[in-house]
Nanobody, 123 residues
Framework: QVHLVESGGGLVQAGGSLRLSCAAS?????MAWFRQAAAKEREFVAG????????YYGDSVKGRFTISSANAENTMYLQMSSLKPEDTAVYSC???????????????????WGQGTQVTVFS
């Protein structure tokens, strides 16, 4: 069992920045962020493979968001910049304990999920 603890969400003005954190209690191989806005489907945001260091981003956040990790802490970060009102959503981290060099953008590839943290961007 892996427990995930997210932090860093909040209210920010458009154009601003936020950093989300996700701390995992156990060993994981791939970590990712997803988000879900009200009345919309869950959307892949970014993923990272611990073994390869490969990162992968959803089209809507490329160039604005950066995923990174602190291996010793088993923690993943999502630095969000140039935020837009359409980035407003509940952001959840997800992990899998199956090894892969390439993070999947499919939610069903991940075994454990955090509780989610709200990000609200106002104009």
């Amino acid at each position: 069992q892996v427990h995930l603890v997210e932090s860093g969400g909040g209210l920010v003005q458009a154009g601003g920045s936020l950093r989300l954190s996700c701390a995992a209690s156990g060993r994981t191989y791939v970590m990712a962020w997803f988000r879900q806005a009200a009345a919309k489907e869950r959307e892949f945001v970014a993923g990272l493979s611990w073994s390869s260091g490969f990162t992968y981003y959803g089209d809507s956040v490329k160039g604005r968001f950066t995923i990174s990790s602190a291996n010793a802490e088993n923690t993943m970060y999502l630095q969000m910049s140039s935020l837009k009102p359409e980035d407003t959503a509940v952001y959840s981290c997800a992990v899998t304990r199956f090894h892969s060099d390439y993070p999947s953008n499919r939610a069903d590839a991940y075994d454990y999920w955090g509780q989610g943290t709200q990000v609200t961007v106002f104009s």
